[in-house]
């Protein structure tokens, strides 16, 4: 699978301050504004000169766009932050001059920002020292595990063959409509079957001879996807349209019953499903790869578990071992 890049994902908290700070019609989104006496799209004005802190005999590197601070942006990196910008909103106009401005206009806000607050108490917060630790974590997971799985991928022979092993997942459910019969005896069962197979009526006869309570419908049931009971069930799932089981054993005497119609119960085509499952089938071998990682790692690192002080704060016994 296409893996991720790790930038992405601040890239897209960046794309909406962007949005939010310089509108879209300066990224080339969305409808442009006009104005009655312009008919071109005026770019926000830049930041104004920012202090120089570091020492005026330092020439700012030859490569860099702006610097603030010790901070400095270069092409490069900016033209990385476009590639990024782009991934995350396709409509994004990489090769606008206006929008490629309003993006290196955000950057330098969104740095003198940062400056500002590192100037401050800000960065000695528990609360944002917590955050900043919890995403360096997320994304170190992030990476490693993409770097675990990038060449893990489920092929159309590995969907093919869970298709085949499957099929009863992926066949539509059958609706019935069935009539009964019911004998409180085998024997009583079994004469009625010989008149019913000698062409009798089955209504006609469930009218007259059937225990149940719907005798009087000419034991006709409800519609269903599933029988009332499994001997049922199992009785009908072979028989066609207006074919008529044998006699068997249920809950309340010995049954015959007459499939009235059946419909549904097609297979779903592997064409129409194979995406789906080459999708879902990667990631259950991705998430092994995982799993069976964690397990070594587990066997690595050896954790210690306070299983007492676990179950007070969780409020059951821990899973650990």
């Given at each position: 699978m296409k893996k991720r890049p790790l930038a992405a994902f601040v890239l897209a908290a960046f794309a909406a301050g962007t949005l939010f700070l310089t509108g879209c019609d300066l990224l080339g989104i969305g409808p442009k504004k006009h104005n009655n006496t312009q008919n071109e799209t005026q770019s926000a004005p830049p930041p104004a000169p920012v202090a120089q802190t570091t020492s005026p005999s330092i020439p700012i590197p030859a490569d860099a766009l702006v610097r603030i601070g010790n901070w400095t942006l270069s092409s490069e990196e900016f033209n990385s932050r476009l590639n990024l910008l782009k991934q995350q909103l396709p409509e994004f106009k990489a090769n606008d001059p206006n929008a490629k401005g309003a993006v290196l206009d955000e950057l330098i806000r969104q740095q003198l920002l940062v400056q500002d607050a590192q100037d401050s108490d800000i960065g000695n917060s528990k609360d944002i020292k917590d955050a900043v630790e919890d995403f360096r974590k997320t994304l170190l997971v992030q990476e490693l595990a993409s770097r675990m799985t990038k060449d893990v991928v489920a092929t159309e022979s590995d969907a093919r063959t869970y298709y085949e092993a499957n099929k009863d997942k992926f066949t539509e459910p059958s609706t019935w409509q069935v009539s009964e019969i019911l004998a409180k005896d085998e024997a009583a069962a079994k004469n009625i079957l010989v008149q019913v197979l000698q062409g009798g009526?089955?209504?006609?006869?469930?009218?007259?001879?059937?225990?149940?309570?719907?005798?009087?419908?000419?034991?006709?049931?409800?519609?269903?996807?599933?029988?009332?009971?499994?001997?049922?069930?199992?009785?009908?799932?072979?028989?066609?349209?207006?074919?008529?089981?044998?006699?068997?054993?249920?809950?309340?005497?010995?049954?015959?019953?007459?499939?009235?119609?059946?419909?549904g119960g097609a297979l779903k085509?592997?064409?129409?499903?194979?995406?789906?499952?080459?999708?879902?089938?990667?990631?259950?071998?991705?998430?092994?790869?995982?799993?069976?990682?964690?397990?070594?790692?587990?066997?690595?690192?050896?954790?210690?578990?306070?299983k007492e002080l676990i179950e007070q704060t969780i409020g059951r016994p821990s899973n650990t071992n």
């Amino acid at each position: 699978m296409k893996k991720r890049p790790l930038a992405a994902f601040v890239l897209a908290a960046f794309a909406a301050g962007t949005l939010f700070l310089t509108g879209c019609d300066l990224l080339g989104i969305g409808p442009k504004k006009h104005n009655n006496t312009q008919n071109e799209t005026q770019s926000a004005p830049p930041p104004a000169p920012v202090a120089q802190t570091t020492s005026p005999s330092i020439p700012i590197p030859a490569d860099a766009l702006v610097r603030i601070g010790n901070w400095t942006l270069s092409s490069e990196e900016f033209n990385s932050r476009l590639n990024l910008l782009k991934q995350q909103l396709p409509e994004f106009k990489a090769n606008d001059p206006n929008a490629k401005g309003a993006v290196l206009d955000e950057l330098i806000r969104q740095q003198l920002l940062v400056q500002d607050a590192q100037d401050s108490d800000i960065g000695n917060s528990k609360d944002i020292k917590d955050a900043v630790e919890d995403f360096r974590k997320t994304l170190l997971v992030q990476e490693l595990a993409s770097r675990m799985t990038k060449d893990v991928v489920a092929t159309e022979s590995d969907a093919r063959t869970y298709y085949e092993a499957n099929k009863d997942k992926f066949t539509e459910p059958s609706t019935w409509q069935v009539s009964e019969i019911l004998a409180k005896d085998e024997a009583a069962a079994k004469n009625i079957l010989v008149q019913v197979l000698q062409g009798g009526d089955f209504a006609q006869i469930a009218q007259a001879q059937s225990k149940a309570s719907n005798a009087a419908q000419g034991g006709k049931l409800e519609t269903f996807t599933k029988a009332p009971f499994e001997a049922m069930q199992t009785a009908i799932a072979n028989l066609d349209t207006g074919s008529v089981s044998g006699v068997f054993k249920g809950p309340e005497g010995y049954y015959i019953v007459k499939v009235d119609s059946k419909t549904g119960g097609a297979l779903k085509p592997f064409a129409d499903l194979k995406k789906d499952l080459i999708y879902g089938l990667t990631m259950q071998k991705q998430q092994a790869v995982i799993l069976n990682r964690l397990k070594d790692l587990a066997e690595k690192y050896k954790p210690e578990y306070n299983k007492e002080l676990i179950e007070q704060t969780i409020g059951r016994p821990s899973n650990t071992n």
